[in-house]
């Protein structure tokens, strides 16, 4: 077994190497989706990462695990997925909730999750671990092929036009999703870089009992995001879209400063609270003016290079925050990502639009 900085350039490969074969992965995949249906490509999803997660169980080398760890990313994208389904699927009026639904079901996922497997590793051992998720993602295709349902894929007259022809017939929606997906990377490199962050701003402050508090903040800042993606729409019908992503992306900054210069560990936990919070606002109020501006025909190639967007940002953000820690310290490190974080308002108040409704 690795030892030393030899276990850390592995951990931190293992850990990126996924985001970067699904950044190239995803946009393929919803050229596919919008050809072919975006059913068929959540299973092909949820199989995938199926497979490749329960694989880890047999890994017997971190050469394997790195193997296994990009074809994870190559073939998974349930998220990605999922969102392009229910874009299409659920009527304008609606967009906006059922995204915040899915996103506050990734947040509460993502909270309860290493509870789950930590316990679960505590008593079985990680490789059941791996093995069982495998398992149980298999399992949840079944209510997907039994259950969910896609209306027939709408058929243009005329010649058939590609992705970028389609979005063109709708003025300034280039310049629009641009945008927008880039916000969505840049919100993925504030997150992962503030998840990396907090354990080292921890470990500063805290003698014992880091993974402890660890583990309640990132339960606190997933059940804050998955309460936010839901109930954000209320403040949306008042402020609209655009203001209601900026101020929140503030927010993200406010958030992200206090965790940079709280005196007490508990003043942290609550920073990280905060931040799920308005992250929780952030994330599914971009999506939604991502379906919203896209054309029904382009929504899988959209939300493709979306997750190709939001990969690379996860890929991104611990070397941006790790980088600056390294040179200036952890407060200072958290300082640039919350101003990461103005720049993502400043972005969205300049660049994007009020989705018509």
């Excluded at 190497?17 to 050229?31: E, L, N, T």
């Excluded at 989706?33 to 490509?41: E, F, H, L, S, V």
């Excluded at 999703?177 to 990377?185: A, D, E, K, N």
């Excluded at 942290?268 to 919070?277: D, P, W």
């Amino acid at each position: 077994m690795p030892q030393g900085s030899e276990l850390d350039l592995w951990t931190a490969a293992v850990a990126s190497v996924s985001g970067f074969s699904m950044a190239v992965a995803s946009p393929i995949w919803g050229v596919l989706g919008d050809r072919y249906g975006r059913k068929p490509m959540l299973l092909r999803s949820m199989v995938g990462g199926a497979l490749t997660v329960g694989l880890i169980y047999f890994a017997r080398s971190p050469t394997d695990l790195l193997i296994l760890r990009f074809l994870q990313g190559a073939t998974s994208g349930t998220v990605a997925a999922a969102t392009a389904l229910v874009a299409v699927e659920t009527p304008r009026n609606r967009v906006g909730w059922a995204l915040g639904v899915v996103t506050s079901a990734v947040a509460l996922g993502g909270a309860i999750g290493p509870v789950v497997g930590g316990l679960a590793g505590a008593v079985f051992g990680l490789r059941l671990v791996f093995l069982g998720g495998g398992v149980l993602l298999l399992l949840a295709t079944l209510p997907v092929l039994m259950i969910v349902r896609e209306g027939p894929r709408r058929r243009r007259e005329g010649p058939q036009l590609g992705t970028i022809a389609l979005i063109r017939q709708r003025p300034g929606a280039i310049r629009a999703l641009s945008v927008l997906i880039g916000s969505q990377g840049l919100i993925s490199v504030c997150n992962s870089a503030t998840q990396q962050l907090l354990v080292l701003r921890l470990l500063e402050m805290v003698g014992n009992g880091v993974a402890a508090v660890t583990g309640v903040a990132f339960g606190l800042a997933g059940v804050a995001s998955s309460g936010s993606a839901i109930f954000y729409t209320q403040v949306t019908r008042r402020l609209g879209y655009v203001r209601t992503t900026a101020v929140a992306a503030v927010m993200v900054a406010v958030a992200v400063s206090l965790i940079a210069v709280a005196p007490w560990a508990a003043v942290v936990v609550a920073g990280v609270a905060l931040n799920g919070l308005f992250s929780g606002v952030v994330i599914p109020a971009t999506a939604s003016m991502i379906g919203l501006e896209t054309p029904p025909e382009a929504q899988s190639t959209v939300f493709g290079a979306n997750a190709s967007s939001v990969a690379l940002g996860f890929a991104i953000g611990p070397l941006i925050g790790g980088g600056v820690a390294a040179t200036a310290g952890v407060p200072a490190a958290l300082i640039v990502i919350a101003g990461l974080a103005l720049a993502l308002a400043v972005l969205v108040a300049a660049g994007a639009r009020e989705p018509t409704r």
